[in-house]
C-alpha cells in the first residue's frame, strides 16, 4: 500500500452527494405542501425517524460502527423517496411497514450501503401496495378542490389517531393516473373524464406543477454533475414514446404524452429514483437501456397493468437486469481496437 | 497554435500548487560528504557493481556496469572512497533496502575526463552504447533505460514528443529546466531526432507554464514544434500526451513506437546534451523540493543525495511537518527512510502537512456511483476492477482489463467513497504476476524435472543397449571359436597358414639340427626311413582327427 493519491476531490464524500440529492428534492417537497397540504411533513419525519431507527438497530446488530453509516445520509434519501411516493395523513404504521420493506429487506438484508439489488424505496412503495392497496389509492385531494384540507395538527392526529373525526372522503381522493383507468375501462368518454376538476392542464392539478419541481430539481443535479443525462432522458424518452404510441392506436384508452409525463412518479422516477448509482446500471450504453426499460415498462404497467402507476414495478424489473446489462455494455478500453476495425 | 489538438477522456483537476516552487531558480547543492548510489535505479536489471569498499574513486566513474539489455549504469557522483557496496534504503513505496555504492567524498570534487561525443560522425550503434555506459534513463519516473528508447530496432519511427506537460501537482522541476536551460534541451532533442530519424518533433507544455512555452518557442529552431496542452491531470502521461498531440492511442499491451512516436522527457532531452556534447554521465537532476518547507524551490541534486540533505537544502521541515511524498501527490508514495538517496527516478519531495495533506477519512462501501468510470483516461470502469480485485478474483479483473490500468489515481481522487482503489489494482497486479511467476517457476520445474526424468531413462537405455551390444559381441565370440573349421573359411586360411609355418619350422629344425643317424649302415637306415613313413601317416591321421 503506498497510499496514492495523496490528494483528494475537496468536499467530496458519500455524505455530500446524499445531501445533494436532498436538497435537489426540496423544491418538490415545497410544492407538494403547497397543493396537497401540510401532510407531507408528517409523512417525511415519520419515514425519516423510522428510517434512522431501523438503520441504526441493523447496524448494532451487525456489529458496525454508527456514525459513518448513519451520516452518509443514504437511508435519509430512501427514507424522503418512500414518503414522496406514498400518500400523506395515511396511518402511521404504513410508513413503518413501508420502511422496514425499504431498509431492512431491501438495504441490509443485502449486506447495506453499495450491495442491495434493488430501490430500497421502491421495494418499500411495492410492499405496500400489494399488502395495502386501499390506503395506497387514497392520494389527498389538492388544495382547494376538497371539502376540508387539514392543517398540520389535525394531519398528525389523522396520521396517528386514525380517521374518525374527518371522514377520509372529505380530503381524499384516487389520483388523476387511477381515475383515467377505471373511468375509461367504465367507457367514460376522454373529453368528460378530462373536464373532471382535479385534472389540470398537464396531469393532475397540482400534481403537475410538483412534477415540474422534481424536473428543475432533476436540472440541478444534472448541473452539478450529480447524475448523468443518460438515466432521465432514456427513462422519459422510454416512457414518451411507449405512451405516446399507444396514444397513437388508441387515443380513447390512452393518455397523452404529457400527460404521462407530469402524472404520478414519472418526474421523481426519472430523476431521483432510476438514478440510484447502486441498483442502476453503470456504463453509459448500459444506463440508456436500463433505464429505457423502465420506462417503456412504465408506460406499459399504466396501460394494461392492474396499477395505477408502473414506475416502482418497471424499476425493480430493470433492477433485475442491470448486472446483464452492464456485462455487455462494457466501453471500448482505451488503446483497444474500435469495434469492426 | 495550428496543430489540431485531441481530447482524451476522463482526468482530473486538482489544485497546481506549482507556484510555491517555480518562483526561484535551480539552486545547486554543495558538495556533500556521503553519497549512496543504488545499483537499481532504472527499469531491468540492476547494475553490477565494480567497486568494493575501499577503492577509490573519482566523479564520473562507472561503478556499476549495465548487466544484460534492459539495464544502465552507474556512477560515482564525486571523487572521495567506497566505504561500503551493501543493502541501503532506497526511494522505493516497500521501504525495502537494495544494494547501493555508499561513497565517502574527499572533498577534491576530482572527475574523470569527460569525452564529448561527435554524435553526427558517431555510428548510431556507437553512439548509443556510449550512452548506456552513461547511465541515461528516462526522468519523467519510468527510469526506462534511454539507449533503448533510442534504438528504432526496424520500427520506423516518424514522430518524436518531448514531454514537458509536467501534469503532476507541486512539481516543477521540468518547468523550471525548461526556461532556464531551453537552448540544451534543444540540442539534445536534436540527438534524439538524428538517432531516432524522425521528421516530426513536438514538445508537449501543459498551458499552466507559460514562461516554459516561450523559453522552449525561442530555443526550438524550426522544425521542432512547441504545443501548449491544455492543463489537466494525467495529460503528461505519456499515453495521454501522445493522444492530445497525435490523436493515436497507444495499443493495449504495446508501445506507441508501435505507432511510430517515440516520447521522451525533456529533462532527459537535457541528460542526453550533457552527455553528448560535455561528455558526461549522468550524475545529477533536478528535484523539486516543496510543501511543508521553509524554502521551496527546485535543486541540482547529485544522484545519490541522502534525502536528509536535500531537505536540509530547502531550509528543512516546518513545525507539523508529516511525513514526506516521493514524488507527486496523485503517484508518489511515502518515503520510508529519509536516508534513502536522490535516484534518476526522483523529480520531487513533498514535505507534508496535516491542512494540505488530511488522512484519508473514513472508507466507506462502494456506491457504484460511477465517478472513478467518469475519471478513468483509459476509459476501464475502476468501480468494476475494485469489485473483483478486493474478492481476489483476479481472473475477473483483469477480464475488465485491469493491466490497461495506468494508475495514475483519478479514480480514486473522485471517489465519494474514498476508497483507496489505486492500490487494490497494484495488489491485484502483483498478485497476477506473482501467480504467473509461480507458475512460471513450477513449469520450469516441470520441465527439469521431466528432462532429467527423460536423461536418466535414456542413460538407463543407452547402458542397456550398450550392455546387450557387449553380450552379443561375446556370444559371437564364443561361437567363432567353436565353429567347425572347414565351415569358417578364414580359419581354414589361417590353419593353413600355421601349418605352413610350422613345416617350414620343421625343415629348418631339421636342416639345423645335426643328425646322429649319419653314416648308419644301410639297414638301419631303411628301417629308419620306414619308421619315419608310419609316423608322418600316423600325424596326418591324429590332425585330422581332432575337432
Not at chain 2, 572521495?80 to 513505496?93: L, S
Not at chain 2, 537405455?461 to 552379443?472: I, P, T
Request: aromatic share 8%; net charge neutral; proline share 7%.
Amino acid at each position: 500500500m503506498n497510499g496514492s493519491p495523496f490528494a483528494l476531490l475537496a468536499n467530496n464524500s458519500v455524505t455530500a452527494v446524499m445531501f445533494k440529492v436532498m436538497a435537489a428534492l426540496i423544491p418538490g417537497i415545497i410544492a407538494h405542501a403547497w397543493f396537497f397540504g401540510p401532510g407531507i411533513w408528517v409523512s417525511l419525519l415519520l419515514c425519516t425517524v423510522f428510517a434512522i431507527g431501523v438503520e441504526a438497530l441493523i447496524l448494532l446488530m451487525r456489529g458496525l460502527p454508527l456514525k459513518p453509516f448513519l451520516s452518509d445520509g443514504s437511508v435519509l434519501v430512501t427514507a424522503w423517496l418512500l414518503a414522496l411516493s406514498l400518500p400523506t395523513l395515511a396511518p402511521w404504521w404504513l410508513y413503518a411497514v413501508g420502511i422496514i420493506f425499504a431498509v431492512l429487506v431491501a438495504k441490509q438484508f443485502y449486506g447495506g450501503l453499495g450491495q442491495n439489488l434493488f430501490n430500497p424505496a421502491m421495494v418499500g412503495y411495492a410492499a405496500l401496495i400489494i399488502s395495502f392497496p386501499v390506503y395506497m389509492t387514497q392520494w389527498p385531494a389538492p388544495v382547494g378542490l376538497a371539502d376540508h384540507s387539514p392543517t398540520l395538527l389535525e394531519a398528525f392526529d389523522l396520521v396517528f389517531a386514525g380517521q374518525g373525526s374527518i371522514s377520509p372522503d372529505a380530503f381524499t381522493s384516487a389520483t388523476v393516473l387511477d381515475t383515467w383507468k377505471t373511468q375509461v375501462k367504465l367507457g367514460k368518454p376522454v373529453e368528460d373524464i378530462l373536464a373532471q376538476p382535479m385534472f389540470g392542464w398537464g396531469g393532475g392539478k397540482g400534481q403537475e406543477f410538483v412534477a415540474l419541481m422534481y424536473l428543475l430539481g432533476g436540472l440541478l443535479m444534472l448541473s452539478s454533475r450529480l447524475i448523468t443525462w443518460h438515466v432521465p432522458v432514456a427513462f422519459l424518452a422510454g416512457l414518451a414514446i411507449t405512451a405516446g404510441g399507444l396514444h397513437l392506436l388508441e387515443p380513447a384508452r390512452h393518455a397523452g404524452v404529457l400527460f404521462h409525463l407530469l402524472s404520478g412518479g414519472a418526474m421523481l422516477g426519472a430523476f431521483f429514483i432510476a438514478t440510484d448509482p447502486v441498483t442502476a446500471a453503470s456504463t453509459p450504453l448500459g444506463k440508456l437501456i436500463y433505464a429505457g426499460l423502465a420506462g417503456f415498462l412504465t408506460a406499459i404497467i399504466r396501460g394494461f397493468g392492474g396499477y395505477p402507476d408502473g414506475v416502482a414495478f418497471a424499476v425493480l424489473i430493470a433492477n433485475v437486469c442491470v448486472p446483464f446489462i452492464d456485462a455487455y455494455t462494457q466501453p471500448r478500453v482505451f488503446g483497444h481496437r474500435k469495434a469492426g476495425k | 497554435m495550428s496543430r489540431q489538438l485531441f481530447t482524451f477522456n476522463g482526468g482530473v483537476h486538482p489544485e497546481g500548487h506549482k507556484a510555491e516552487s517555480n518562483a526561484t531558480p535551480i539552486r545547486p547543492m554543495p558538495l556533500l560528504p556521503r553519497y549512496v548510489v543504488p545499483l537499481r535505479q532504472h527499469i531491468g536489471a540492476p547494475a553490477r557493481p565494480l567497486v568494493q569498499a575501499g577503492d577509490a574513486v573519482l566523479g564520473g566513474q562507472m561503478i556499476g556496469a549495465p548487466e544484460g539489455y534492459v539495464s544502465t549504469a552507474a556512477h560515482a557522483p564525486t571523487s572521495g572512497r567506497v566505504v561500503a557496496v551493501a543493502p541501503h534504503a532506497v526511494p522505493h513505496p516497500s521501504g525495502l533496502f537494495d544494494l547501493c555504492v555508499v561513497i565517502e567524498a574527499d572533498g577534491e570534487d576530482r572527475s574523470i575526463d569527460f569525452q564529448p561525443l561527435d554524435w553526427r560522425k558517431l555510428d548510431p550503434s556507437a553512439l548509443r552504447n556510449r550512452i548506456r555506459e552513461m547511465g541515461l534513463a528516462g526522468l519523467g519516473g519510468a527510469v526506462f533505460p534511454s539507449y533503448i528508447k533510442l534504438n528504432p530496432s526496424g520500427q520506423t519511427l516518424h514522430t518524436l514528443i518531448l514531454n514537458g506537460a509536467e501534469c503532476e501537482p507541486w512539481i516543477t522541476c521540468d518547468d523550471r529546466l525548461m526556461r532556464e536551460r531551453a537552448a540544451e534541451i534543444v540540442l539534445g532533442i536534436e540527438v534524439m531526432a538524428h538517432t531516432l530519424g524522425v521528421k516530426t518533433i513536438l514538445i508537449g507544455i501543459e498551458d499552466n507554464k507559460p514562461e516554459a512555452l516561450a523559453a522552449m518557442g525561442a530555443a526550438a529552431p524550426s522544425g521542432m514544434e512547441v504545443v501548449a496542452v491544455p492543463t489537466g491531470y494525467p495529460g503528461g502521461g505519456g499515453k495521454q500526451l501522445t493522444y492530445t498531440l497525435t490523436g493515436v492511442e497507444t495499443p493495449t499491451g504495446g508501445r506507441s513506437t508501435d505507432a511510430g512516436i517515440q516520447v521522451f522527457n525533456v529533462g532527459t532531452a537535457y541528460s542526453l546534451y550533457r552527455a553528448v556534447y560535455l561528455g558526461e554521465p549522468l550524475l545529477s537532476r533536478v528535484v523539486t523540493v516543496t510543501g511543508h518547507v521553509a524554502n521551496p524551490g527546485n535543486f541540482e541534486a547529485r544522484i545519490g543525495t541522502p534525502m536528509t540533505d536535500l531537505l536540509a537544502a530547502a531550509g528543512g521541515a516546518l513545525d507539523g511537518a508529516d511525513g514526506e511524498i516521493v514524488g507527486g501527490p496523485m503517484m508518489g508514495f511515502d518515503l520510508m527512510d529519509q536516508a534513502a538517496p536522490v535516484t534518476k527516478s526522483v523529480n520531487c519531495l513533498i514535505v507534508k502537512d496535516p491542512v494540505r495533506f488530511p488522512p484519508r477519512p473514513t472508507t466507506l462501501p462502494c456506491i457504484r456511483c460511477g465517478a472513478c468510470a467518469r475519471a478513468c483516461p483509459a476509459d476501464l470502469q475502476p468501480f468494476e476492477m475494485y469489485w473483483f480485485s478486493r474478492a481476489k478474483d483476479f481472473g475477473k479483473a483483469q477480464s475488465y482489463n485491469l493491466f490497461d490500468c495506468i494508475e495514475c489515481g483519478c479514480c480514486a481522487y473522485v471517489c465519494p467513497s474514498h476508497i483507496p482503489l489505486v492500490d487494490f489494482f497494484r495488489f491485484a497486479k502483483s498478485e497476477i504476476w506473482e501467480r504467473e511467476q509461480e507458475k512460471h517457476g513450477a513449469d520450469q520445474a516441470r520441465q527439469r524435472h521431466e528432462f532429467k526424468e527423460f536423461r536418466l531413462e535414456r542413460e538407463k537405455r543407452e547402458k542397456a543397449e550398450k550392455f546387450a551390444r557387449a553380450a552379443e559381441k561375446n556370444k559371437e565370440a564364443a561361437a567363432t571359436t567353436t565353429t567347425d573349421a572347414t565351415a569358417d573359411p578364414d580359419a581354414e586360411k589361417k590353419k593353413a597358414i600355421l601349418q605352413a609355418a610350422l613345416d617350414r619350422a620343421k625343415k629348418a629344425k631339421e636342416a639345423v639340427t645335426p643328425r646322429n643317424t649319419d653314416n648308419l649302415p644301410p639297414r638301419v637306415e631303411k628301417e629308419i626311413a620306414e619308421i619315419e613313413a608310419r609316423r608322418a601317416q600316423a600325424e596326418a591321421k591324429t590332425e585330422s582327427g581332432e575337432g
